[in-house]
């Protein structure tokens, strides 16, 4: 016990094992801070990228499908409307996200970002609500 204690008090009387210590542990917390706020920002990217293509489908209903699917007799839109409503989307959010500071190709793949908007249209066209509460503005 003795033996233990001698050595205790030779660490925290020495000044270059108490930097040492203090370098050590200011490290670790710096890491584990900067890991909690990669983990923050990285959340916070994802859910402005969720809002701008849910955003960017209640857009282009408003000004693109819903317009395009009266003019059919079937109500349904081509294939090639259906392309162009997806693209739409697309650049739609990435302008959105890109005006909060998220570049939303760098958050997601541009084949997760289509399966979104399916999901989302889906959701829609059901009468379920969006996966967020809080869209940001059109």
């Known amino acids: ?10 660490v925290f009387t020495n000044e270059n094992i ?3 210590i203090a370098l050590v542990v200011s490290t670790l917390w710096a ?12 959340a916070f990217e994802r859910q402005v ?3 701008a293509i849910e955003s960017g489908v209640t857009k282009t209903y408003q000004q693109f499908v819903k317009a395009r699917k009266m003019a059919h007799s079937d109500g349904k839109l081509t294939e090639d409307e259906k392309k162009q409503a ?14 909060h500071g998220v570049e939303l190709m760098s958050t997601m793949t541009e084949h997760y970002a289509r399966v979104l908007i399916e999901a989302t249209v889906q959701r829609l ?3 379920a609500p969006l996966a967020s509460e809080n869209t940001m503005p059109l």
């Open 18 to 20: 108490l930097t040492a």
């Open 1 to 10: 016990m003795q033996a233990v204690q001698h050595i205790l008090e030779g």
């Open 31 to 42: 890491y584990l801070k900067r890991q909690d706020l990669l983990g923050s920002k990285a």
């Open 49 to 51: 990228a969720i809002e």
């Open 125 to 127: 066209k059901g009468g």
């Open 86 to 99: 997806v693209l739409s989307t697309l650049q739609f959010a990435k302008d959105l996200a890109k005006q």
